[in-house]
């Protein structure tokens, strides 16, 4: 998956739009909210999932809660996100949302390591 497009404004009441795009050219939309921002600390927002336009009814709603934690040296990032509702049809990519957030978060901390993520 790529990302072609990503925005944030990171402060309570800031929006989140993130497009992810599959290997088959198919995006997948995300717009959100952040609700609470602690800086260094954590990270409370909504997020929407549409499986067409944005336009549209989400297919899928979630609070995410990201904590930030020194430790030895390093920053552990706990993440958890609660399911609000979801579209029947959307349980496919719930069932692959763990995996994916795992994946994406290794790619960061090798991003972060000075390596190259893909």
């Not at 030895?72 to 049809?89: F, N, S």
């Not at 959307?90 to 994946?103: H, S, V, Y």
């Given at each position: 998956?790529?990302?072609?497009?990503?925005?944030?404004?990171?402060?309570?009441?800031?929006?989140?739009r993130?497009?992810?795009?599959?290997?088959?050219g198919?995006?997948a939309?995300?717009?959100g909210?952040?609700?609470?921002?602690v800086?260094?600390?954590?990270?409370?927002?909504t997020?929407?999932?549409?499986?067409?336009?944005?336009?549209?009814?989400?297919?899928l709603?979630?609070?995410?809660?990201?904590?930030?934690?020194?430790?030895?040296?390093?920053?552990?990032?706990?993440?958890?996100?609660?399911?609000?509702?979801?579209?029947?049809?959307?349980?496919?990519?719930?069932?692959?949302?763990e995996?994916?957030?795992?994946?994406?978060l290794?790619k960061?901390?090798?991003?972060?390591?000075?390596?190259?993520?893909?």
């Amino acid at each position: 998956f790529t990302t072609p497009v990503c925005r944030m404004d990171v402060r309570p009441g800031g929006a989140i739009r993130i497009d992810m795009q599959g290997p088959d050219g198919t995006l997948a939309p995300m717009t959100g909210v952040f609700q609470e921002v602690v800086p260094n600390r954590k990270l409370v927002f909504t997020s929407y999932a549409f499986m067409g336009s944005p336009d549209e009814e989400p297919a899928l709603e979630t609070l995410a809660t990201v904590i930030f934690a020194a430790e030895g040296g390093k920053t552990r990032v706990t993440w958890e996100e609660k399911v609000i509702r979801h579209d029947p049809a959307f349980i496919e990519a719930l069932l692959g949302m763990e995996e994916g957030m795992r994946q994406s978060l290794d790619k960061l901390g090798t991003f972060l390591a000075g390596g190259d993520p893909a």
